[in-house]
């Protein structure tokens, strides 16, 4: 049973939503040293009968469509006492403002407010119609991606703690890569919570591939290899359908670089357009080292498992010419930890 990480994912939308109430602070307090600085404006300028006093409309309406109608309704009140009794109409004639004239732009500033908080309001209740709408149709797509790495799962040796494994490698790897100056500002909480998730399709092509290809005992032909290198491009195909329905959806994007490229080898060997080195997506090249790894530890029809001192053999001989050297000298620097985390994950579907 695939695990896409509950916790995880409720920590990442609780930083998103720490990140938006951050945001909305800095609004505010935008909205007020803006009110301050148009109100020192209009006082030097000679009062409120010159139209320097229509600017504090902005920072009204800034707190009100950032920071809700209760707010925006105290920033425009204080903005109309702000330019209300303690401003003068004409200060070179020290004129005062009548009553009257200071309370009506009191409550025009209140009516404004309110205005701009129902459209606020309006357009986010349907934003949110919409957004619910659009992720029930996403989620219904993507339940039927999974369905596919089922069943493309059910069709040859991998079982469901190769998807497992490879989850959770790939997320530990990321994990330790996000400490590397180069991929600090490149990898968050979301990359990770993505690549957790989308690692799981990276063979979802196999379901197009035949089962006289797909489930052979022996060494491919050259003909047959051929055959099984199509996975990439028919994995790639299906996710870039759903894709071009939800171009702004990072999952699905990453979902199709790792189904795509993760055979590239970093000396342009790879296939199935032979890219080099850092033109190869990130997610594919974590991807390419961790399903190698599996794939060595695992019992194939056509091989027994390696152990892992053997596995690691093998990768160090792919640093520089099958993989990335820096992922690789991070994936060795912690291949303890990769060594008990696959046994774990293994023994749990025992």
């Not at 148009?38 to 600017?55: A, D, E, K, L, Q």
């Not at 022996?218 to 290198?229: A, Q, R, V």
């Amino acid at each position: 049973m695939l695990n896409f990480g509950y916790y995880e994912f409720n920590w990442v939308k609780s930083m998103s939503n720490l990140k938006v109430k951050t945001k909305k602070n800095y609004f505010l307090i935008f909205s007020y040293i803006l009110t301050l600085l148009i109100t020192i404006i209009v006082y030097y300028t000679g009062g409120t009968r010159y139209v320097y006093v229509m600017f504090i409309n902005i920072p009204i309406i800034i707190a009100t469509s950032t920071n809700g109608k209760i707010k925006g309704y105290v920033h425009a009140v204080l903005c109309g006492l702000l330019l209300g009794p303690f401003m003068p109409l004409d200060v070179d004639l020290n004129i005062k403002q009548d009553l009257i004239n200071w309370i009506i732009r009191l409550l025009f500033f209140l009516i404004m407010s309110i205005i701009v908080s129902i459209f606020v309001d309006y357009y986010k209740k349907e934003f949110e119609k919409n957004n619910r709408i659009e992720k029930e149709i996403s989620d219904s797509h993507l339940s039927t991606i999974y369905a596919l790495v089922k069943l493309s799962d059910s069709r040859d040796d991998e079982t469901g703690a190769h998807v497992e494994r490879v989850s959770h490698l790939c997320k530990y790897l990321t994990q330790k890569l996000a400490h590397l100056p180069k991929y600090k500002a490149y990898i968050d909480g979301i990359f990770i919570d993505n690549i957790f998730k989308a690692c799981s399709l990276h063979d979802i092509g196999k379901v197009g591939i035949p089962d006289n290809v797909l489930l052979k005992p022996g060494k491919l032909s050259i003909d047959e290899f051929e055959i099984i290198k199509k996975h990439t491009v028919i994995g790639a195909s299906i996710l870039k359908e759903v894709q071009t329905k939800y171009p702004n959806n990072k999952f699905l994007e990453m979902g199709y670089q790792i189904v795509h490229y993760h055979h590239e080898k970093w000396d342009g060997t790879g296939y199935p357009n032979g890219l080099v080195s850092d033109n190869i997506p990130l997610s594919a090249r974590i991807m390419a080292i961790v399903d190698v790894y599996d794939a060595l530890r695992s019992k194939r029809l056509y091989k027994e498992a390696y152990s892992h001192d053997v596995s690691l053999v093998l990768i160090k001989q792919g640093r520089g010419n099958h993989f990335d050297p820096d992922i690789v000298d991070v994936f060795l620097e912690h291949e303890m930890e990769f060594s008990n985390l696959f046994d774990e994950i293994t023994n749990q579907f025992e």
